[in-house]
Every structure is written in structure tokens, then in C-alpha cells.
């Protein structure tokens, strides 16, 4: 009854007909399945097409949330059963034949640890909307209200979505993709809270971190002011941090972020405190730069199959690329250490074979069948628009320093894109738009950097950091020891080979993934005697290696090569001009 008033208040003044309501429990948690029932009223036609994302959005694979659904059943007001066929592989078709009321309800199976799918355990119930929340086909603009009910044991909700007035466990959503954008966490999590320009902004944590919370609470405010400050507005009423255990990952939202508190992470350890920081930048500043400054294909979306991009090396690089720009000035990294984690990503995409044969655009377009499927010969074919892109992202800030004498800069890219785009024309922007936008405000021709993204051309790394007054060690630096090519996994006391990088003695001698290495020159192999026989070698050695394959033992000889190491290290000039060094302090805090 309450619940039912709460609905139609909520939702009376929109003109669009009927009401959606779904209710969500979880009462056998250990059992890892939600009830889900999804009450329709005002919903009419023939036949209504219930239907379950194939995606989420931020998650580029197509996950199939739909096979995790069973006990489908529809029925009418009166409790008659509706009947219902599968028309696609995600699509639960039901006959409703103009009746009013319309009841379906399925279980979601949920024991996968991932920030895309739901989960359920006696833990915690993280709902991932996608995976738990079907859509009626055409009806994506439809607002609709969810109530959750905890499992009895546990007391908080957090999430994005806003509740309705005078409730704790319902909330309402505007439409699907406001929906689909608000995870919610439900367990017994600790929740801390700070202000920024008076807006709340709620922390969720399965497990209290493993620091003091008011310096925690303080550097995060200091980092979301940070990047607020980059586009100078708040979109949001209130914010929250979804940070369960340890896991993998995290997914970005326009008022929320779910994350995984990795094994990466020991906040007690300085830098691994700052990379949690920059981690966590990184999803937030996500709010500005890919849920509202986008490409025009992400937002809205199609759930139903791949959204193809040319542009993640921006939307995800650049994000990368502002994690540390951010934190840089919010005091939480200096101008060295934020230097030292340009040089890594740019280490990342140099020292992998994939850069010479995969264009950063079509690392964006191939995400959805390469990023989460990597095959062991991924890093000889395939590149990270994580990394290319935050390279990319410095060199365009760069230039545009550099060419407008420090007065404008890749932050200025960011607020047009952010109020041109997103604020006035409600959408996101082609491949062309963002090149002009970046060209305009550089008042010249940017010609190298996009070809850097759309080619495998390398990169003249000098140039760019010289307009700051900075040098970056490009130089093949011959380093002791020997070089073979190959990573090794050690399997029960035997190393085996994952990954021959290509054009390397082991590749040239016919080494594979998966070969299992028997012997190293007549002796019984491990992975220490490898290693040791490769630190210890010169040039030029031969190595005699006896594999095991699946067509047999097989001998092979491999001619070591040099060991040879590019630093990429950068430093500063040693007497930079007053241009120069405008740039620099205009870039980087000290
Ligand atoms: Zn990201």
C-alpha cells in the first residue's frame, strides 16, 4: 500500500503512461540467486518483449547476462498466467493481449566477481542493473522504481539512484539508462561521508580500509575537487563510492563507481596508497569523461549488441592520462612522480611487439572481441588504448600549450566537449568533431596526433616534452645478461612457456606458447636455472633446450641476444627557456 502511494506520487507527473516497479530479494544469499518480480501496469499491446541487456555500459564485452536467468514466468492482475516464448537469445516474448496488469518474475543466478555482473553471496548482494533488471523492448525512456529487499541479515543500500521520498529501500529511476548506471551494493558495509560545495558524497565499503579515515576522507575530497575543478560544475546530488573487497576492476557511473579493492592496493604503503588514489580518480573523473563528454555512439545506448568506437584511447587513455594530472594537483603526487607514471604507460605500449601492428583506433574498435579475450600472443599483435592513449592524451595536452603560449590546454578540450556537446547538443561527438574541437582551440593543424592514433607511425616523444622543458631517454641502453623472449609460467616444478615474443631468438628458433621445457642444456629444467643462465650468459650463447609439445619431445637451439632496455625516463632540461618552463609549471605542479 505504502509502496504503491510512493509509485504513483513519484511518478504522476510524468506524461509518459503507466508505471514500471520492480522488487528485488535475496532471501537464501548463499544460494547466489535473486528473486526478481517487475510489475507493469499501464504497459499495453499484443504482445510485450521483456529483454535482458547483452552488455553494460563501461564493460565492453558482450556478457550475455541473459543466460543467468531461469524460472521466467508472466502473469496478468488476476494472477492468470501469461503465455511466453523466447524469440532471441535474450528476449522473453509475452502475449498480454491488452491486459492492464502485467506480473513477470525470473531468478538471477549471481556468483561471478566482476564489476558487470551481479553478485550474490552471504557477504554481500552487489546488484550490477544490467545483469539483474530486463528492460521491455521500445520502452527504454520509461521510468520505473526499485525496491530492494536485503537479505535479513543485513541493513545498507548504496548506490547512485536517488530514493523515493520517506523510503530507505526504494528508489526510483528516470529512465532504463539511469537505471542501468546506478549499481547497488547491499551488505552490512561501513559507510563514511564528506561534502564537496555541499554536496554529499557517500564512501561504501564491504571492508573499512586499512587507513586512518579522516586523512582517507580528506584526500578523496581533494581529489574530487581536483577534478571538478577541470569542467567546474558538480552534474551530480550526491555521489557514491562502492568499494568491495578484493577483486579485479572497476566500473565508472554518473554519480557512482564500484570497484574492487585489488591485492594491488596496500593503502598502508605509500605508493600503493597513491595508486589506489589514482585508481579511484580515474573512475570518477569517468563521470565527466565518457559519461557525459563521449563519443556519439556511447550514450544512449544499444544494450542489445556491440557499440563500436574508434575512441576509447580518449575515453578511457586520456582518463588515464587526468588520473595523475589530477592527483597532481590535488598535491597528492608531485611533478616527478607524475612524470614517472607518464613514462610508465608510454613504457607499457613501447616495450610490446602489438605497437607495430595495431593502430590505438582499432584497439578502441576491436575492444569487444580482444580486451577481455586475450590469447597468449595478445601483446605481439594487440596494443592497450589504456596506455597509447594516455601517451597521447600528454602529447595533445602538449601542443596545445605549446601553440597557444600556455593558454589553453587539453582541459579546455575537456569543458567544450563537456558544455558544447554533452549540455547543449545532448550528445556525444564523431571522430571529426573532437579533432576540430582539439584544432580550434589549438589554432593549428594537430595532423601528427591523430595519425599516432590511427597508425602505427612511432612516436617523436622529444618534441613534445621538450615545449615543457623536459627530455625523455628514448636510447637503447644494452643492459647485462642475455635475451631470449619468452615469459614462463612455472607448473608443478616445470616452467612452461605462455608467451613467445615475436621476432625474438626464442620466436626466430621456433619456440611456442605452451611448449613445456624438459631440459636446458642436458640438465633437468627450472624456471631458476632459466633465469640464471640468461643473467649470467653472453651474446651470442647458445642455449640447447629439450620441449615437450603436443607432437612430442623436440630439441631446439636458440642464439641469445643482447638484453637491451629503453628507459624512457624523463627529466628536465638543463637550461630551459622562459616559454618552456610557463609550460611546465602551467602543466604540473612541483
Ligand atoms: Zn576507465
Given at each position: 500500500m505504502c509502496i504503491t502511494f510512493l509509485i504513483s506520487s513519484c511518478t504522476s507527473t510524468e506524461k509518459k503512461p503507466g508505471t514500471m516497479s520492480f522488487t528485488v530479494s535475496m532471501d537464501q544469499p548463499w544460494t547466489h540467486y535473486y528473486h526478481v518480480e517487475f510489475l507493469c501496469d499501464?504497459?499495453?499491446?499484443?504482445a510485450l518483449d521483456f529483454r535482458m541487456p547483452a552488455w553494460t555500459p563501461?564493460?565492453?564485452?558482450?556478457?550475455?547476462?541473459?543466460?543467468?536467468?531461469?524460472?521466467f514466468h508472466a502473469e496478468d492482475g488476476d494472477g492468470n498466467t501469461l503465455h511466453w516464448e523466447k524469440v532471441s537469445k535474450n528476449t522473453w516474448q509475452v502475449g498480454v493481449y491488452d491486459t492492464p496488469v502485467v506480473r513477470v518474475s525470473y531468478d538471477v543466478y549471481a556468483f561471478t566477481q566482476s564489476v558487470a555482473h551481479p553478485f550474490l553471496d552471504d557477504g554481500r548482494g552487489f546488484i550490477s542493473p544490467a545483469g539483474i533488471f530486463m528492460y521491455i523492448n521500445g520502452y527504454l525512456h520509461h521510468p520505473a522504481t526499485v525496491t530492494i529487499k536485503p537479505y535479513q541479515e543485513w541493513d545498507k543500500i548504496s548506490t547512485g539512484l536517488d530514493p523515493v521520498?520517506?523510503?530507505?529501500?526504494i528508489f526510483y529511476a528516470p529512465d532504463f539508462d539511469v537505471l542501468y548506471d546506478c549499481p547497488i551494493l547491499v551488505g552490512n558495509q561501513e559507510i563514511l561521508s564528506f561534502k564537496v560545495e555541499g554536496i554529499p558524497h557517500y564512501v561504501a565499503q564491504e571492508t573499512p580500509a586499512d587507513i586512518d579515515d579522516q586523512k582517507y576522507l580528506t584526500d578523496l575530497k581533494a581529489m574530487v575537487e581536483s577534478a571538478v575543478s577541470i569542467i567546474g560544475?558538480?552534474?551530480?546530488k550526491h555521489y557514491t563510492f562502492i568499494i568491495m573487497d578484493r577483486g579485479m576492476g572497476g566500473l565508472e557511473h554518473a554519480n557512482s563507481m564500484a570497484v574492487f579493492s585489488g591485492s594491488r592496493y596496500s593503502l598502508s604503503d605509500p605508493g600503493g596508497y597513491k595508486r589506489w588514489l589514482a585508481f579511484l580518480a580515474h573512475e570518477y573523473f569517468h563521470l565527466y569523461n565518457v559519461k557525459s563528454i563521449r563519443p556519439i555512439v556511447l550514450g544512449p545506448f544499444d544494450y542489445n549488441r556491440e557499440n563500436y568506437t574508434n575512441m576509447l584511447w580518449f575515453s578511457e587513455g586520456v582518463t588515464v592520462y587526468y588520473e595523475y594530472l589530477i592527483l597532481n594537483r590535488a598535491g597528492l603526487l608531485n611533478r616527478e612522480e607524475t612524470l614517472e607514471q607518464l613514462r610508465r604507460s608510454i613504457t607499457n605500449y613501447e616495450n610490446i611487439p602489438g605497437h607495430l601492428f595495431q593502430p590505438v583506433t582499432m584497439s578502441s574498435f576491436d575492444t569487444w572481441i580482444l580486451f577481455f579475450n586475450r590469447s597468449e600472443n595478445a601483446s605481439n599483435t594487440t596494443i592497450s588504448y589504456y596506455d597509447k592513449g594516455c601517451a597521447l592524451g600528454m602529447l595533445l595536452d602538449l601542443k596545445i600549450r605549446h601553440a597557444t603560449k600556455g593558454e589553453k590546454s587539453l582541459d579546455d578540450v575537456m569543458r567544450t566537449l563537456y558544455y558544447d556537446y554533452h549540455k547543449d547538443k545532448d550528445r556525444g561527438f564523431t571522430d571529426g568533431e573532437f579533432r576540430n574541437v582539439c584544432e580550434d582551440l589549438a589554432g593549428c593543424s594537430l595532423e601528427e596526433i591523430f595519425e599516432y592514433a590511427s597508425t602505427t607511425k612511432a612516436i617523436d616523444y622529444p618534441k613534445y616534452l621538450a615545449y615543457a622543458g623536459l627530455q625523455i631517454d628514448t636510447l637503447s641502453l644494452v643492459i647485462p645478461g642475455t635475451y631470449l623472449g619468452v615469459d614462463i609460467r612455472e607448473i608443478e616444478g616445470t616452467p612452461v612457456i605462455t608467451n613467445v615474443v615475436w621476432n625474438s631468438p626464442a620466436w626466430l628458433a621456433g619456440l611456442s606458447p605452451r611448449d613445456t621445457i624438459i631440459e636446458l642444456n642436458d640438465a633437468r629444467a627450472t624456471t631458476a636455472m632459466l633465469n640464471n643462465i640468461l643473467d649470467s650468459g653472453h651474446p651470442g650463447d647458445t642455449l640447447n633446450l629439450l620441449l615437450g609439445r603436443r607432437t612430442g619431445r623436440k630439441s631446439f637451439e636458440v642464439v641469445l641476444d643482447k638484453k637491451i632496455l629503453k628507459s624512457f625516463r624523463i627529466t628536465p632540461l638543463d637550461n630551459p627557456d622562459p616559454e618552456q618552463l610557463t609550460i611546465l609549471n602551467g602543466w604540473l605542479d612541483n
Open positions: 499501464g504497459i499495453r499491446g499484443e563501461g564493460y565492453y564485452m558482450i556478457l550475455d547476462l541473459a543466460k543467468y536467468v531461469i524460472n521520498e520517506g523510503s530507505s529501500n560544475e558538480i552534474p551530480y
